[in-house]
């Protein structure tokens, strides 16, 4: 597969044979407006910049290597070098926002953007939203806009920047209640996860494997680290890693009491490198250290 970098918004603007961007960091594009007749479908593009695109699209998108359907219209957030595959778009309606890492790194408030977990959720973890809610989201891309569109002040960038928090987390609120009206779905997903999670600390030692990431337990279920966390979080307030954590202290509890090990050899059967990480991980999640506990039995 051949990749093609987009490093800037004036690059992407070319790419899109679009007219002059009116800032150089920060841009809002018509979808309708884009020049799709000189992309190859073999080629695969890796832009440089945050988006979040609100698209209707009559044909299919490739998002890394999956198609994904954007008939009834829905929203898609990218974060910096994510791959896109564009595929058979005929007519697309909406809009695109992209934002260059440098606009939001200069300050600590754009900073906190990037770190909307969002942005590193599948195309398929889109966010649906309704009429209602496009309106809302839209009323904050004419605001952002119309400060793109004039002239550059010292107002200018903390002006975007507030109308990006706002746009942003609405963004949040509209997941938060996706989330919600799929219950049963996600209600599946965690029952899924903790069979998962209980299956493989079943096993006698994981020093062959050692300690799973989050992306392990994600790939399983077809889902990003980032859309496993948030879901789990929303229905049992606790992130991925604190679940397996938790589970990886409840192994070493039951092998403290029912065997004789030492505790570097249960730490290096649970998947430990440094018996001192287990330790610690032990003792903030107990309040005891793995010696303090068993003394207790």
Known sequence: MKYID??????????????????PLISVVDLAKVDRSHRKSDVSYRLNLYSAACKKIKGIFKYGHTTYDFTEGTLMFTSPYQVLTPGLE????????????????????????????FFGYDTNEALHISDSEKNILRGCIENI??????????????????????????????????FLTRVKASNDIVQQFDRL?????AQESLIEEG?????????????????LSDLLN???????????????????????????KSISEIAYDL??????????????????????FRNLN
């Open 197 to 201: 999670l209980t299956d493989h600390f």
């Open 6 to 23: 987009i490093k800037s918004i004036a690059e992407l603007h070319d790419f899109f044979h679009y007219e002059k961007p009116l800032h």
């Open 211 to 227: 300690i799973p990431d989050v992306k392990y337990f994600a790939s399983k279920l077809n889902l990003s680290a980032n859309y």
């Open 145 to 178: 806009q119309r400060e793109i569109s004039i002239n550059l002040d010292n107002h200018s960038y903390d002006l975007i920047l507030s109308n990006l928090e706002l746009l942003f987390a609405y963004c949040s609120r509209f997941y938060d209640r996706q």
């Open 234 to 260: 929303k229905y049992t307030g606790k992130t991925t890693q604190e679940h397996m954590h938790l589970k990886l202290v409840d192994k070493a509890k039951s092998l403290l009491w029912s065997t004789e």
């Open 90 to 117: 005929n007519e697309v309606e909406g809009w695109g926002l992209y934002i260059h890492p440098d606009f939001l790194n200069a300050s600590a408030r754009g900073a906190k953007i990037t770190g909307f977990s």
């Open 271 to 292: 998947g430990f490198e440094h018996p001192s990480h287990f330790t610690k991980l032990f003792k903030n999640k107990t309040g005891f250290s793995p010696r303090q």
